[in-house]
């Protein structure tokens, strides 16, 4: 009897209990799951050409290309223009429609369904051709028929802000990203912005600094500007070991891995860098990390390297020295000894290399060897001249404002990047006289 009493109340509670779970699923899933996914359909059919439709496509093909940038148009008649000045349509800019549609494909699926050329060229199986295609270790093309770039034309719908949609690939599940544009974006204008930002990388100095906020660990990053940079701690003892590489794509913000980057250090733990945007400095910058050209101590140390002083660069007691001493020059030795140019280099003397300040003094090479000491840090440096050449010598002996002159580069100076991306200029200011300084731009 007891036990029926306490049976009784049991099935009361679980009777309640499953009614509220009906009434709880009644609630929120009041379509069926059929439905949902029309509804769902829909929703990003709308979105995709909301606000006029044009959308910046951030797109990976696989993990050793960098990610490509198109400017797509979305409209409501299933059409879809594709603008891009990708590498491999010769770097040009292009445009061309086909077809889109959102389909339902174990989710939500934008599908490009109709061949592109600007775009299905990344999914076609063809052997890939041209001057960028891969080629093995002896030179030779390597015959990718039958999965070419091996990216994708479709891509699961996975989240919308209203903004930015993500997308990963349908075979590939790599992620791919759509943002959203001001509807009277001018595509062409639009790309052209970012290659001009991987064109102002320099291609004299392929090699830039990547440096951890945390540690102040300098790292080499070769090859940035190609998308596909590596990199290895900077003097490492151990450089395969400790060199990486990562793929990723240039923007008008910055630039983005597609994954993480997995930094290896000296000691060989690791870190990781993300997404960068360009900072106020003109570098890029990370919540960890900064890239930035090297220092400038150290591409001055670089005995390949010869630098010519830009006159327009000086500063006011700088000209009136420099025009004084040639103004002397001419004087003391005829009308066709002014002086033309500066230059710094590490030139042989003696068959020894050494570092130099050169001065063209009409048709004499007038050098003054010494040496250069830079700091660790590669912003400050230190010139001493030992000795000088004969051409060099003589007007020592005559000329005293062409000695005043040539002095003002044996001191000691702070040295900078002018732009902190490209190391092809630098500022040399004194610190014994800050009213000293003065740009040596690169020659070779």
Known sequence: MNKKLYIIPLLAAASLSMSSCEESAGSIFDQSAAERLEQ????????????????????????????????CEFTADGAVVFHTDHKWIGSTYKSEKSLWDVISDNGTVLSFNSFNTLFHIFSDPANIIGKDAPINDRK???????????????????????????????KRSLIAWLHRLPADTDPQAYLKSISDIRNSFSKKFTTLCLTEKATGA???????????PSVVPYLSTNPYAQTVKGNGIFTTEGFRFMNPLVVTRMDDTTWEVSDFTWNEEGAL??????????APGINLANVSRAWTLDKTTMSESM?????????????????????????????????????????????????????IVVNEAGTEATIAFTEANKASA???ATVPEYTAFKALFSDDFTIENINPMNPESIVFTSKTNPEISFTFINKK
């Open 40 to 71: 769902s359909k829909q929703d990003y059919a709308d979105a995709l050409c909301a606000d006029g439709g044009i959308w910046e496509f951030q797109y990976f093909a696989n993990h050793d290309e960098p990610g490509y940038v198109f400017v």
């Open 140 to 170: 030779e093309d390597i015959d990718e028929t039958g999965y070419g770039h091996e990216g994708d034309y479709e891509f699961l719908l996975m989240d919308n802000d209203g903004q930015s949609i993500r997308l990963m690939g349908k």
């Open 218 to 228: 300098r790292y080499d990053m070769a090859a940035f500007a190609t998308g596909v």
């Open 285 to 294: 910058e990370s919540e960890n990390a900064i890239i930035s050209a090297q």
């Open 319 to 371: 000209t009136v020295a420099h025009d004084a001493a040639s103004a002397a020059l001419q004087a003391a030795a005829g009308s066709t000894y002014k002086l033309n140019a500066v230059d710094l280099a590490f030139n042989s003397n003696n068959g020894e290399l050494l570092f130099s300040v050169t001065l063209i003094v009409g048709r004499r090479t007038c050098r003054d060897f010494g040496t």
């Open 394 to 396: 003589d007007f020592d």
